[in-house]
């Protein structure tokens, strides 16, 4: 039963028969068509008013783009919508997140490092504003799990850290920031990942704690959530075996993901925690949620357990096609098509979305783009980054480094992303503006077998590692590979006892787990130009380190602290 008038809609009655009547009105194909939110990929008016008209979608999401080009679409979508859009963006780390010319913030990680909840507050107020600049009004943020596993892949840096106060003090800001921005939150990632090493974009992960673990943890911080009044809640691709025992009273059988359990979405989540908003899948082309039954099955199954909004398609015509003949086949009922839609339909009546379409103020005019990097969220971001860097260790006293005693330095680049230019060159040239001589290394400009230690020693002041290693999807690891020929690595750490060497990470906190000899260690948590310029400045000792790590660098071994 939807409680209208109580948290997170407080919906009046007007708003209320709004909903209802809305509902009476649609066509079977309306209201299944308010199940999807797709991702768009087309900029065409012509194909953008067709998707609107033809599947009635309930939402839609754009990857980043230019902000122009995406406000200018999503008005096309909404002026096009016979019921006002849910407009989804990934806003978990600035307004870049949507707009490519938003502000970088930083990772949530590097909010957490600063111990200041006032920087959550400003990464949702800056990341939805921005996105609310383009056309967004739903957030896919903030990322609420405890990054308890470092070896785990995809949760990481896009995580507040492993301390349970912490990821609730500082989710519980960003959806206060999100909310005077009048955009929707939606926590992830149900029922919690980060126990797991696995990601579920590849498998269905297990969060393999007991029922009370979980309590006393996950379900802390999305009480939390929820009290908070997110609108929205993703559930994942991710087991709880425990709580299915404890609902069958029975030896789990099968791994299920949330997004198709009917005792983790009703029971769990909306009967023990109280849960009243809209939940959405997470995107199903995951690998976690297509391997766990057939298609056919698990489109419609997915809202009939509990589910309201399925993100993404494998392919759209098809899943709407499993969506409607699931329904007539009875796999998707009459009851749950009804309360799904009207939690969709009620979600954007608390988002007073159909008062903004009625003045036609769903997307804004070209003016709000100026928000974009304005001068306030660009101070913001710089002071985040000046008080979230972390001087890991430095054991060897190397800190600060100098032109004078460092001069030649040899910059090694670790990882393989598009942002590997962009990171390098703001690394050469914030050095070399402090008067370092730098050499980037490239792997078949040094000799393995023939270079003597004494010839690198006279070419060379300081090895200076960049770990570019970003928390990305469909990546199984995120660890270092290093360059070798039979254990004789020419860009490994082998130097350390001959020339000074230290280590920078710009993504993954846990690099120390692949590289324990280093002695100088800074954690960035983002590679983000105003991480950069601080990580330098700090270096260099024009600045004091401020950060806090929010998880273990040391991944509970002493050897890393050597």
């Avoid at 909903?19 to 900029?43: N, R």
Wanted: charged share 25%.
């Amino acid at each position: 039963m939807i409680q209208y008038k109580e948290n997170p809609f407080y919906l009046t009655e007007e708003q209320v028969q709004w909903v209802e009547s809305t509902y009476d009105s649609m066509s079977l194909e309306e209201k299944i068509g308010q199940l999807f939110c797709p991702i768009v990929f087309t900029k065409d008016e012509k194909e953008l008013k067709e998707l609107v008209e033809t599947k009635h979608i309930g939402g839609m999401l754009y990857r980043e783009g230019p902000g122009e080009e995406l406000r200018q679409s999503h008005k096309i979508l909404q002026d096009a919508s016979k019921i006002p859009l849910l407009t989804a963006s990934n806003l978990e780390y600035g307004g870049n997140g949507s707009a490519i010319e938003g502000t970088y913030y930083g990772r949530e990680m590097l909010a957490a490092a600063t111990g200041d909840v006032e920087r959550a507050y400003q990464l949702g107020k800056v990341s939805c504003s921005e996105g609310a600049a383009v056309g967004v009004n739903w957030s896919f943020a903030p990322v609420v799990d405890l990054d308890l596993n470092y070896h785990n892949p995809i949760t990481n840096v896009r995580t507040f850290g492993s301390d349970l106060q912490t990821v609730i003090d500082m989710g519980k800001a960003y959806i206060r920031g999100a909310k005077e921005e009048g955009v929707a939150t939606s926590v992830k990632h149900f029922p919690g990942d980060g126990v797991d090493e696995r990601d579920q974009h590849l498998v269905t992960s297990v969060n393999a704690l007991s029922c009370k673990e979980w309590d006393e943890s996950y379900g802390k911080i999305y009480k939390e959530m929820i009290e908070a009044g997110t609108l929205t809640v993703m559930a994942a691709h991710i087991a709880l075996p425990a709580y299915e025992e404890y609902f069958d009273q029975k030896p789990c059988e099968r791994i299920l993901p949330a997004t198709l359990s009917e005792n983790l979405l009703k029971k769990l989540l909306r009967e023990q925690l109280g849960f009243n908003g809209l939940i959405v899948t997470d995107a199903t082309p995951m690998v976690g949620f297509c391997s766990a039954m057939d298609r056919a099955t698990a489109v419609p199954l997915s809202i009939e357990n509990g589910c309201d909004m399925f993100l993404f398609n494998r392919n759209m015509e098809e899943d709407f096609r499993l969506m409607r003949e699931g329904y007539e086949k009875g796999i998707l009922s009459d009851a749950r098509l009804e309360e799904a839609v009207k939690r969709i339909l009620a979600t954007k009546a608390a988002m007073h979305l159909p008062e903004k379409q009625e003045k036609g103020q769903l997307v804004p005019d070209a003016s709000a783009l100026d928000i974009l990097n304005c001068e306030t969220y660009d101070c913001w971001a710089k002071e985040c980054a000046d008080e979230g860097v972390t001087l890991v260790k430095d054991i060897q006293n190397l800190l600060p480094i100098d032109p004078k005693k460092h001069k030649r330095v040899l910059l090694e680049l670790m990882g393989d992303f598009p942002s590997n230019k962009r990171v390098c060159e703001s690394f050469v040239r914030e050095l070399e503006a402090r008067g370092f001589e730098v050499t980037v290394y490239e792997p078949e400009g040094f000799e393995v077998m023939e270079d003597s230690v004494e010839s690198f020693k006279s070419r060379y002041d300081l090895i200076f590692y960049v770990g570019n290693i970003e928390t990305a999807s469909n990546k199984t690891v995120s660890r270092l590979n290093w360059h070798t020929m039979f254990g004789l690595g020419n860009n490994m750490p082998w130097m350390v006892h001959e020339m000074p060497a230290l280590f920078v990470s710009v993504g993954n906190p846990y690099h120390l787990l692949d590289a324990p000899m280093i002695k100088t260690f800074v954690n960035g948590y983002c590679n983000s130009e105003y991480v950069i310029h601080a990580v330098v400045e700090k270096l260099c000792g024009d600045s004091e380190f401020k950060g806090k790590s929010p998880i273990d660098p040391f991944c509970g071994k002493p050897d890393l602290k050597l």
